[in-house]
Nanobody, 123 residues
Framework: QVQLVESGGGLVQAGGSLRLSCAASGRTFSGYAMGWFRQAPGKEHDFVASISWTSGSTYYADSVKGRFTIFRDNAKNTVYLQMNSLRPEDTAVYYC????????????????WGQGTQVTVSS
């Protein structure tokens, strides 16, 4: 059974940085895509970034491009989201997700979700 466990959230001032981690277990993730979504209070889940576990290719939402970096450590079965130059509008619960096959920006394509980690950016 696939398990995704996020960590690394917290409170940070605007302009600061945080690194989120997603420890993946339960299967071999070759051929899978891993993604990060976020949900601000009262809003829908928004796509943030994704990475192909096999090739390492990445894709980003325009709102985070140039500030956030998604990368993986195959040996540790862990995916990371390095977030720099954080803004108050980045405040949300961040979720790690997984799907078999190609990357996608659509929430409904991802069948596996972690429990989420809160990121709060103060102004």
């Amino acid at each position: 059974q696939v398990q995704l466990v996020e960590s690394g959230g917290g409170l940070v001032q605007a302009g600061g940085s945080l690194r989120l981690s997603c420890a993946a277990s339960g299967r071999t993730f070759s051929g899978y895509a891993m993604g990060w979504f976020r949900q601000a209070p009262g809003k829908e889940h928004d796509f943030v970034a994704s990475i192909s576990w096999t090739s390492g290719s990445t894709y980003y939402a325009d709102s985070v491009k140039g500030r956030f970096t998604i990368f993986r450590d195959n040996a540790k079965n862990t995916v990371y989201l390095q977030m720099n130059s954080l803004r108050p509008e980045d405040t949300a619960v961040y979720y790690c997700t997984s799907k078999y096959g190609a990357q996608s920006t659509e929430k409904r394509r991802y069948g596996y979700w972690g429990q989420g980690t809160q990121v709060t950016v103060s102004s």
